[in-house]
């Protein structure tokens, strides 16, 4: 007997490579920034790891996802991106424009999918839409233009006001236009716009005093994570007070406010998922076009109409994507 049929009697030589095995599969290793908690996003993250899940990854088996939550504290963000990078993840997936930033400012080689940031040409996320260039793509909620349609909206369901509080958050470049919008559709409606900044959840005691003392008609909530990590608190603020509110997020109004306009933020989060299988097959961020929302949820709360006093109109009621009674 030789030597090679010797050994092959005690199961000692390999067999070919590809012959009754496989080579192991890759495993990707990605980040996922959360701006509050995995409570508070349980709904968004859902829809990512699903729209994963469709494209063929398996958590714990072909990706793990090294998440990172900011608690609401934008100040944390610069320190949970370097987390991550120490993790040596080969994409970040991060939501807003603040924690976007956080992004850009730490690396340019990392790719970076953004979800629901607001205008990232305006803030200075990407040169372009069609062509972001660099490291970084994603989705965009352009939420900045959508202030003066939830003011128009506002009037729409109380066409006597006069007067609205409205928050906004200086640490968030997309809330800068924002603001400009508001005030200019607040000039034209004959609405006089009360703009407070709120960069903290510490915060947001001074701006509920200020509302005491000026009493404004109404309250509008734009897209920040700092308000959606606080909703409770604003949404019982407002219904103590008897103010209708309009916010960004439906979240507010599942919580018990008056009425939501804005993107299907969950479905987004689905999609970053194309985008992240897409990078990790080769494509490089820069030459995949920054995608913007093309259908907008009109989210009432009748329960909460009721409280308030409020006669919903038909015709917005006919609009609605969903009433809470």
């Known amino acids: 007997m030789n030597r090679r049929a010797f050994l092959g009697s005690l199961g ?38 699903a729209g994963l899940r469709e494209l063929g990854y398996v958590e714990g088996q072909n990706i793990l996802v090294e998440y990172r939550w900011a608690e609401g504290k934008y100040e944390r963000l610069a320190a949970l991106v370097a987390e991550l990078l120490a993790r040596n993840v080969e994409v970040i997936v991060t939501a807003g424009t603040p924690a976007s930033h956080a992004v850009k400012k730490a690396t340019t080689s990392v790719p970076l999918v953004m979800v629901a940031v607001g205008d990232p040409v305006a803030s200075g996320l990407v040169p372009s839409l069609t062509r972001p260039a660099g490291n970084i793509t994603g989705l965009t909620s352009m939420g900045d233009e959508l202030e003066g349609k939830r003011l128009e909206l506002l009037r729409d369901v109380i066409p006597t006001i006069s007067h609205v509080a409205a928050l906004t958050n200086s640490g968030n470049a997309s809330l800068k236009k924002a603001s400009e919008v508001l005030r200019a559709v607040g000039a034209a409606l ?136």
């Open 190 to 325: 004959h609405v006089r716009v009360l703009l407070l900044d709120v960069r903290s959840e510490d915060q947001l005691d001074a701006a509920f005093d200020v509302m005491v003392q000026k009493r404004p008609d109404a309250l509008l909530v734009p897209g920040d994570r700092v308000f959606l990590t606080n909703r409770v608190r604003i949404v019982q603020f407002a219904a103590q007070r008897r103010l209708p509110g309009m916010y960004a997020y439906r979240e507010l109004v599942e919580a018990g406010g008056l009425i939501s306009y804005g993107p299907n933020y969950a479905a987004m989060h689905r999609r970053a998922a194309y985008y992240v299988d897409r990078i990790l097959k080769g494509t490089k961020p820069g030459d995949l076009p920054v995608e913007q929302p093309t259908k907008f949820e009109l989210v009432i709360n009748l329960k909460t109409a009721k409280a308030l006093g409020l006669t919903i109109p038909p015709s917005l009621l006919l609009r609605a994507d969903q009433v809470i009674e």
């Open 12 to 49: 000692l030589v390999a067999a070919p490579l590809g012959v009754g095995a496989q080579p192991a599969e890759r495993i990707h290793r990605i980040g996922f920034l959360g701006n509050s908690t995995p409570a508070l996003e349980a709904n968004l993250v859902g829809p990512f790891r």
